[in-house]
């Protein structure tokens, strides 16, 4: 069983989206049938929707809810095509990321409920995947997959941190997740001589995001491949944007 797993796109108007392409030229070339494709979440950016610009706010203008599915739309359907006729025998999973959790925060807001219907799910081009709530664990294959893990012996909701071995030892399982944008991989060994993974990819874009700052640009983006995935072992297989770029477009 091989996997492969999106990291964060945030994908909004006007960013480069060929390495999209170049992705689902890799799996179109290189997956099987009833292998899984996970989208690990926030493949929409919804700046219109971001709770730091307010009206009156340097950001608050020219914000458009459309446009802002439109263009994760666009990306998606090139995606899909990309990827072809095998679209249909791949398994697709898609974890909501808190970008697209943004819609139902503003559902909720009470500035912003009576307009309900605007902020459905059902407007994102998610028609072949199986959509999976913020924060939900899906187990696939003994590796379980959400936007980001919260520590379960901990009273709070914010993301786990630290070394890959620390949040190992405090979710006890493989795990992977995007959220955070960096690239780090580790495992370990348990008494029974099984390994447990753990993965944290949180970035495939080329865009830089104004609130990373010129030195936080720069971190690694790709997608990541999980072969010979069974009870929770795999061996992983980064593929880079730069590798994708030029090797499958």
């Known amino acids: 069983m091989r996997h492969v797993m999106i990291p964060d796109t945030q994908i909004k108007k006007g960013v480069p989206v060929k390495h999209i392409v170049a992705a689902g030229n ?4 290189h997956l ?5 494709v996970i989208i690990i979440g926030d493949w929409w950016d919804f700046p219109s929707l971001s709770s730091y610009d307010r009206p009156g706010s340097q950001d608050w203008e020219n914000k458009d809810l459309d446009e802002d599915i439109e263009s994760g739309n666009n990306a998606m359907a090139m995606f899909f095509s990309a990827v072809g006729k095998l679209n249909k025998k791949l398994d697709w999973h898609f974890c909501e990321g808190n970008h697209e959790h943004r819609m139902t925060r503003a559902r909720e807001a009470a500035e912003t409920r009576i307009y309900g219907s605007v902020f459905s799910y059902k407007r ?3 028609e072949r995947c199986k959509w999976h709530p913020f924060l939900n664990i899906k187990t696939l294959n003994g590796v379980h997959y959400s936007h980001y893990f919260t520590d379960p012996n901990a009273h709070t909701d914010r993301p786990i941190g630290g070394t890959i071995q620390n949040r190992l030892r405090k979710l006890m399982g493989s795990f992977v997740m995007g959220h955070q944008q960096e690239h780090r991989f580790d495992q370990l060994m348990t008494v029974n001589g099984k390994f447990i993974h753990g993965l944290v990819s949180g970035r495939f874009y080329s865009h830089d995001e104004d609130y990373r700052g010129p030195q936080k640009n720069r971190e690694w983006s790709g997608v990541n491949v999980l072969n010979d995935v069974r009870n929770g072992e795999y061996d992983i297989m980064p593929l880079s944007q730069r590798y994708l770029e030029r090797e499958y477009l």
Not at 26 to 29: K, L, V, Y
């Open 26 to 29: 890799w799996i179109r070339e």
């Open 32 to 36: 099987k049938p009833g292998d899984k």
């Open 124 to 126: 994102l081009n998610l």
